[in-house]
């Protein structure tokens, strides 16, 4: 089935350092969604996209939908212990009807103190 | 919290046995989804519900069924468990609001398949 290309899928960072990451497709997608996920819970939704050039804030984190409708990023600014997770990007392709969203495999985030 | 309960939240059992999955909304939301999480492969659908008695398939739903009898509850059924369906399963909902549309999860169910 189709996934969506997160990338990277680990990062080891300090403790006030600035995170990137990033889901690519060969597809275009109508809808991005960001969440993150602690161990043993469900994910958490942090920001939703929904229009192409869209950048979105939530806090330290800023979130953007791609230009070309096939990508989106997430940047978190001065990381703090509580960062720690599992970040997923999701994509919905097709804009009406049952919103099955496609998942990206992950991005682990681990921060030294 | 979007209200949703899923039990249970752990449960071991062997091949061949049935398994059912319940997920709990206390929201009235039409749409629920139910995903299975696996190393290496993200999130991936099994079924939905776009209402009472109304569901489909998702991108992985062999050896998976479904059933909503009421708006509130959506059951995830293995009928012949194996040990390939070892792994964390999540429901979620589609809350529609003004501004946003998007798939709020549970807890988790994590199910051991032996």
């Known amino acids: 089935g189709q996934q969506l290309n997160q990338s990277p899928q680990s990062m080891f960072i300090q403790e006030g350092e600035d995170v990137s990451m990033n889901c690519t497709s060969s597809s275009i997608f109508n809808t991005w969604l960001w969440y993150k996920q602690d161990p043993g819970e469900g994910p958490v939704l942090l920001i939703a996209?929904?229009?192409?050039?869209e950048l979105t804030s939530n806090g330290r984190l800023t979130a953007q939908f791609g230009i070309t409708r096939k990508d989106s990023f997430l940047n978190i600014s001065a990381s703090i212990p509580s960062d720690v997770g599992i970040y997923f990007c999701a994509g919905q392709r097709i804009p009406q009807g049952a919103q099955k969203l496609v998942f990206g495999q992950g991005t682990r985030l681990t921060i030294n103190p | 919290d979007a209200g949703i309960t899923q039990s249970p939240r752990h449960k071991v059992t062997e091949t061949g046995t049935p398994v059912t999955l319940r997920c709990h909304q206390t929201e009235n939301h039409r749409y629920m989804y139910w995903y299975r999480q696996d190393p290496g492969h993200g999130l991936r659908l099994i079924h939905y519900s776009y209402g009472v008695k109304d569901t489909d398939k998702g991108e992985v739903s062999d050896g998976y069924s479904v059933s909503r009898s009421k708006t509130e509850d959506f059951l995830l059924t293995l009928e012949s468990a194996t040990s390939s369906q070892t792994s964390v399963y999540f429901c979620a909902i589609r809350a529609d609001r003004v501004g946003t549309d998007t798939q709020y999860f549970g807890p988790g169910t994590r199910l051991t398949v032996l």
């Open positions: 996209l929904y229009k192409a050039g």
